[in-house]
């Protein structure tokens, strides 16, 4: 278990929008750490095993879980080494839902890499439920979209739907070669609210899950191009009662 200091303040115009609209889209706040683990994650993205469960093209994912709490002056994060099964019900899913997923974690120089830790305490920092005491599980799924030429790659399932966890953090890593892989947001009533492409390492965007509906345009090649990917952390924030 490590303890991140954070300074909850910082983070209150995120924390703000979360309440407000149900989605932020606001910058990290880096420092060595959190530059350096996004760097060695997207290096990493190379080494990820296929999705088994997704047929229809290509996509790689890891999954990895953790347990954090909020204190006074930060968040304290454990990694959870064995890693449960990842179970999506076929409401919220019905391409991959309905069925335990086993997806390998990740090598543990990533997941316990304390630019990771930094990473889950800032996105917390910025939930609107984390009061001192909440308590989140945290599910890191990193992703990568490839798509080939008449090959592309598709989010599941494809549309605006919800994922069924509370608050969903993407984090971007690459995005290379590529067309789509835009973000769509809509409220509860499915009339879009926002879209946005994010083509820089760490961008990065925050949903409420129960405040909005979320779609992802397919990721395909760019004109010539024989090969593209985009490359994504996406953590599901899950509050625990305690
Ligand atoms: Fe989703």
Redesign the pocket.
Known sequence: MRTIPVEFSRHADARADLEARGYTKRPLQFDRDLASILGRMAFGSWDLPADEYYKTGERYRSFDQYRAAVTETGVEVSHLGEVRPYFQDVSH?PELGGVQRKYAPLAAHLSTDVGIYKLISQQIARLPLSSVGQIYQVNLHVMRYCALPGRRCE???PGY???GERF?SVVLLTYCGADGGVVYIADNEQSEMDNFLMREMGENYIIDDEQVY???SPVEVLDSNSFAFRDIL?FDFIPVQN
């Open positions: 899913n989010t599941s399932p739907h919800k994922d969903i979320h779609k992802l996406l």
